[in-house]
């Protein structure tokens, strides 16, 4: 969204510098609900290869990446946050400070999907997450998110 005043862009999310709580323990935080996510999405990766009697396992790339990308899309839409994220209180926001829309889910997805397929963009998510302000990965800042610590309900 655009400052009325100076025309700049500005966001609603958290600031790292006021705001810092959001932001504190993201990273290892994220990694440990990438190990866990990526732990579930093989185990249903597997089972769905073996149902039709083992011929799945000829399509295991196939399987693996479609059965991640619903899984991450639908968590996403529903909760801003995969199963794994929600296990360690983390959470997605959009630029406005709002859980994300099934399109902004859709393109962030995409985004991941994308850049953890080539080894330069995940590179570039590393340096990004871990001296950048927000934490923020490539796909992240692509698609407008952060990933923060969720807020509590009271």
Do not use: C
């Amino acid at each position: 969204m655009a400052d009325m005043n100076t025309g700049a862009m500005t966001s609603a999310l958290p600031d790292p510098q006021t705001q810092a709580a959001f932001y504190s323990g993201v990273a290892p935080k994220r990694l440990l609900a990438w190990i866990f996510d990526v732990i579930l999405i093989s185990v249903a990766t597997a089972i769905i290869a073996t149902l039709p009697l083992f011929i799945g396992w000829f399509f295991l790339p196939v399987i693996y990446i479609t059965v991640s990308f619903f899984y991450r899309w639908i968590g996403l839409t529903n909760a801003s946050a995969t199963l794994g994220q929600r296990l360690f209180n983390l959470q997605f926001r959009n630029n406005e400070g709002a859980h994300l829309t099934s399109g902004e889910a859709l393109l962030h997805t995409l985004g991941y999907l994308v850049s953890t397929g080539f080894f330069l963009p995940q590179l570039i998510s590393l340096v990004l997450i871990l001296m950048s302000g927000r934490g923020q990965a490539l796909h992240d800042l692509l698609a407008g998110v952060a990933l923060i610590n969720r807020p509590s309900k009271y």
